[in-house]
């Protein structure tokens, strides 16, 4: 796979086509299976249970989440801050029902005096990241992420802004720098259980082995010693561990073949604290065999158990799906992540008994992918977000301050109180598509919430993601999805519509919370 096509050119908008059904979803069960995750679950650093992970009250939580990068690029810094404040990125990815972040970046941002470029301060956007190092910058993107109730998961993408590498070292930069950076990272975040683990390094493939033992080749043993050095600073931290590409002959996705997993455990010091992590991409990315069968989507459940399912299924570790993603030009690619989204089996039925994953990606500058996000760094390609409606995960608890990740509850019980905020992100005429923020303005944790209003004009409702509605006349009412009805004191949720005909005004909106 050629991970430098990600990286590039502006995305192609996605085809205007509807999510096909999914197919039959996995039955398997482990013991505690099908618990799900409460309203509350999230609070501090997490750890395994099996094929589970759970919160420090232990709790099962569910990672469904988002890839946003730039760090790891020339720019040492989240691309589209050149458009948009990165505390309103933020707020639409916790909006739109995500629960995690993949945060991407290389070495060189650990450089002394590194700096962001590319970021927009006009008209107050960002105003409190200037003249800040690129760390900084991550320290901010991290403290905001926690006051909304955003994790994140840091993933060493690559060992210089140059490009990608097969192994976890090059010439520049050894292994000992991508340890001390580790290590630097598990130190600098420690007592912040925003982050909750490191993704060790991005895609290591051929000539990285698993379990052959050669030392400069076998990523297992460089995994261990990496994640140990890492656990030796904190303890708390999970460590994420991708497969490589071949494993005894068999060929897969660059860091997507787990088959050595069985034969060859990553072993760390720290029970409880390892996630295999794998990657799975569509033929916009590069052709597979298995695209190419008969028998495709119906056979896929079968390759996914194959290179990294089994791990899962046998209650060996928790799975991860650190990204995959598609442009959904093709039919093939619209089957493909409709099959893949049944597999990863849906919140409603399956709870956190389930695969974790994080799209690839916010961004809509990937050139092979395309991202949640249009090209003009606001629209949300509807099409692309509602596939994954089904495997998203209830959010987790905000700080509010930016900080502790586990508040003090309100001692007299609090109030439930919300307020919308209605904003049309596109007019062409014929119709247009709105959003509607939700912002919990009580003193206790939403449960639930409804939005209501009445247009002035003949407009209608024609689809709606993130929240169901009813419409009777020109009166509106929209209320949760069962992923975003939760929302913490000062944080905010929300959801989108589609309307015709466009052209009218926006109107007055009320919320009720619960």
């Not at 470029?117 to 409190?128: C, M, Q, Y």
């Not at 919308?420 to 007019?427: E, F, G, I, L, N």
Request: negative net charge.
């Amino acid at each position: 796979m050629f991970r430098s096509l990600r990286r590039a050119v502006c995305a192609v908008a996605a085809a205007l086509l509807l999510p096909l059904a999914g197919v039959g979803t996995q039955t398997a069960h482990a013991a505690g299976a099908g618990a799900v995750q409460t309203a509350e679950a999230g609070a501090g650093y997490w750890r395994t249970s099996g094929r589970q992970l759970l919160d420090a009250a232990g709790q099962p939580v569910r990672i469904a989440g988002i890839n946003w990068f730039g760090f790891e690029t020339g720019n040492h810094v989240v691309h589209g801050l050149w458009t948009r404040d990165y505390k309103s990125m933020l707020d639409q990815m916790r909006s739109l029902g995500y629960n995690t972040l993949r945060l991407p970046f290389s070495d060189d941002i650990l450089k002394p005096g590194t700096l962001p470029d590319s970021i927009n301060f006009a008209d107050g956007k960002n105003a409190d990241l200037q003249g800040l190092t690129s760390l900084q910058v991550m320290d901010k993107i991290v403290a905001y992420a926690g006051q909304v109730g955003l994790k994140i998961v840091l993933d060493r993408h690559r060992p210089d802004a140059g490009g990608q590498s097969a192994l976890w070292y090059t010439a520049s930069v050894p292994e000992s720098t991508w340890i001390a950076n580790l290590k630097a990272l598990a130190a600098r975040y420690k007592g912040d259980s925003t982050v909750i683990g490191i993704d060790l390094h991005n895609e290591p493939h051929d000539p990285a082995c698993w379990g052959c033992g050669d030392t400069t080749r076998d990523w297992r043993l460089a995994a261990q010693r990496a994640g140990n050095a890492v656990l030796s600073v904190n303890p708390e931290l999970l460590i994420m561990v991708e497969g490589v590409q071949s494993f005894n002959g068999v060929n897969g996705w660059w860091g997507g073949n787990l088959m050595g997993v069985a034969q060859y455990p990553v072993q760390l010091d720290v029970p409880n604290r390892l996630v295999y992590s794998a990657h799975d991409y569509a033929t916009s990315v590069a052709q597979q065999p298995w695209f190419s069968d008969p028998s495709f989507p119906d056979n896929m459940p079968g390759v996914w158990d194959r290179y990294w399912g089994y791990v899962f299924k046998q209650n060996i570790a928790p799975v991860w799906l650190g990204e995959f993603g598609t442009t959904l030009q093709s039919t093939v690619d619209q089957r493909w992540l409709a099959a893949l989204v049944s597999y990863l089996r849906s919140t409603s039925t399956y709870g956190a008994d389930s695969f974790h994953w994080t799209f690839w990606s916010w961004n809509p500058n990937s050139g092979d992918t395309g991202g949640i996000l249009k090209d003009d760094w606001t629209t949300v390609d509807t099409v692309k977000d509602g596939y994954l409606a089904s495997i998203k995960a209830p959010g987790f608890p905000g700080s509010g301050g930016g900080g502790d990740p586990d508040p003090d509850p309100d001692p007299g019980g609090g109030r439930a109180a919300c307020s919308a905020a209605y904003t049309v992100s596109s007019d062409w005429g014929g119709g247009f598509n709105a959003e509607v923020k939700v912002t919990n303005t009580g003193t206790a944790a939403l449960k639930s919430w409804k939005v209501t209003w009445t247009w002035s004009s003949a407009q209608k409702v024609t689809s709606m993601w993130n929240a169901t509605y009813t419409q009777s006349g020109a009166s509106v009412t929209a209320v949760n999805a069962a992923h975003n009805g939760s929302v913490p004191v000062g944080g905010s949720a929300g959801f989108g519509f589609g309307g015709v005909p466009g052209g009218g005004g926006v109107p007055s909106v009320s919320c009720t919370a619960a």
